[in-house]
């Protein structure tokens, strides 16, 4: 599966950005896919996930409230909205996908994803 994250880019606090990940090959739709974000010097950070099935996304505690992430199947496309932006916010950001079975409860981990995309910088200003 090969993926491409979109949508990044120089926000002032407060503000708020759409992330984009598109897929291509595999089977979009037995997908579970992750959000994951680096910043300098840190290591990566678990963002938000979501399952085959589209159902109620994880997010990390942290960012609850503020992120969400959605899927939209038909576009084999899947997008992390990110408000009230914080400079802490400041990483790339990478979308992380793995095929899995219906009932898979996609996980926290990194390990967990066989296929990254190449991430997208997401600059807050303070």
């Known amino acids: 599966v090969q993926l491409q994250a979109s949508g990044g880019g120089l926000v002032s606090a407060g503000g708020s950005l759409r992330l984009s990940c598109a897929a291509s090959?595999?089977?979009?739709?037995?997908?579970?896919i992750a959000w994951f974000r680096q910043a300098p010097g840190q290591e990566r950070e678990f963002v938000a996930a979501?399952?085959?099935?589209?159902?109620?996304?994880s997010v990390s505690d942290s960012m609850k409230g503020r992120f969400t992430m959605s899927r939209d199947n038909a576009k084999k496309m899947v997008f992390l909205r990110m408000n009230r932006l914080e400079p802490e916010d400041t990483a790339v950001y990478y979308c992380?996908?793995?095929?899995?079975?219906?009932?898979?409860?996609?996980?926290?981990?990194?390990?967990?994803?066989?296929?990254w995309g190449r991430g997208t910088q997401v600059t807050v200003s303070s």
């Open positions: 090959g595999g089977t979009f739709s037995r997908l579970s």
């Open positions: 979501i399952s085959r099935s589209g159902g109620t996304p």
């Open positions: 992380a996908a793995r095929h899995t079975i219906l009932s898979h409860v996609p996980g926290q981990r990194a390990d967990e994803y066989y296929d």
